[in-house]
């Protein structure tokens, strides 16, 4: 496996790209999808985050369920999924993130809710008192269908101290993941990459996932992150190259063979990066995502949304079909 690393970009791309297109051809997936971060104020503050806030601190927010119902009502419109991530607020009850839940599936039904990082799901855990599988168990009542895969950053204890020591370790993240797989919730998995991890841990992380996959076979994406160190305690350092995110890319396909789909995330990449991930293994690009928060408070330069023609041309600039996806990537629409 490490001998993957000896290789150049351009064999990496060629292997990375032959195996995307043995899976599903020229077809390029997306989802009409809306992010809602529905709170800013994070008892955490890791040392990356350029989105956390303290309670009352200028710039700091929360919405109550109404808030959340009024937001969906006008950017939800015709969407096939929202996708829920937040910070760890330090006076919501777990019956709060209950009621949001039953508040959008009881408003929009046909919308899958891919809620709570696995960092929140433990944060849900300890201000309730209830076991991970309780709180699984309590959210799926509530109208759960998905977890999104964030709070892995990078899977070694080592870096996970110097970049986010508040937030769980690395074997907590895996085994709440498992507990999801395993409570018939699939899930995405991340990688934050660009910070102080080398292509070795990258590796490393990368065989975490494949390893927890053969177990559970769960996961239905896996996300490379590209990390923007602006507004961070690492904005002194420059930000990864295109190449280096095509690699991540291409790595990512070839060691996750169990995994289904990988996703070139266009809010971190770039548009046009995104683009050219799609000859490099990716084979999905996200969604119209509406407004994302979370990268662009730490100097993101793409847009916070696109709209499906936006996303079908380049798709179509690429060389690729445009399917539009459910959250389950079952077929929509072929473009």
């Not at 032959?18 to 503050?45: A, E, M, R």
């Not at 959008?104 to 046909?110: C, F, L, N, V």
């Not at 929140?120 to 977890?147: H, N, Q, T, W």
């Not at 899977?155 to 085994?175: G, M, S, T, V």
């Amino acid at each position: 496996m490490k001998k993957l690393l000896d290789k150049n970009l351009l064999e990496l791309g060629k292997e990375a790209f032959d195996i995307k297109k043995s899976l599903y051809g020229d077809d390029v997936f997306f989802v009409k999808n809306v992010h809602l971060n529905y709170t800013n104020i994070c008892v955490n503050h890791c040392k990356f985050c350029a989105f956390a806030k303290d309670e009352g601190e200028e710039g700091s927010y929360e919405m109550s369920v109404e808030d959340v119902a009024r937001y969906l009502s006008d950017k939800a419109s015709d969407c096939s999924e929202v996708h829920i991530v937040g910070g760890l607020h330090p006076s919501k009850p777990f019956e709060f993130y209950e009621d949001m839940i039953k508040c959008i599936k009881g408003s929009y039904p046909e919308l899958t809710v891919k809620a709570f990082s696995a960092v929140e799901i433990d944060y849900f855990s300890k201000i309730s008192g209830l076991s991970v599988d309780s709180v699984l168990e309590r959210l799926k009542l509530a109208g759960l269908e998905m977890l999104p895969g964030g709070g892995a950053e990078i899977l070694d204890e080592k870096i996970r101290n110097q970049i986010c020591p508040e937030k769980i370790d690395a074997e907590r993240w895996i085994y709440i993941m498992e507990a999801a797989h395993n409570n018939g919730l699939k899930t995405n998995a991340t990688m934050l990459y660009g910070h102080l991890e080398t292509e070795e841990d990258i590796l490393g992380h990368l065989i975490k996932i494949k390893k927890l996959q053969s177990r559970t076979g769960g996961f239905s994406a896996f996300i490379p992150l590209s990390f923007h160190p602006e507004n961070t305690f690492l904005s002194h350092r420059l930000p990864v190259t295109g190449v280096e995110d095509l690699r991540v890319i291409a790595l990512s396909r070839i060691v996750l063979d169990n995994v289904p789909h990988i996703k070139a995330y266009w809010v971190m990449l770039e548009e046009k990066t995104a683009q050219v991930a799609l000859n490099f293994g990716a084979d999905d690009l996200d969604g119209t995502i509406v407004k994302e928060k979370i990268t662009h408070a730490a100097g993101a330069k793409s847009k916070e949304g696109l709209t499906l023609e936006e996303l079908v041309f380049m798709i179509k600039s690429a060389g690729f079909n445009p399917v539009q996806r459910d959250a389950f990537y079952n077929e929509i629409k072929r473009y």
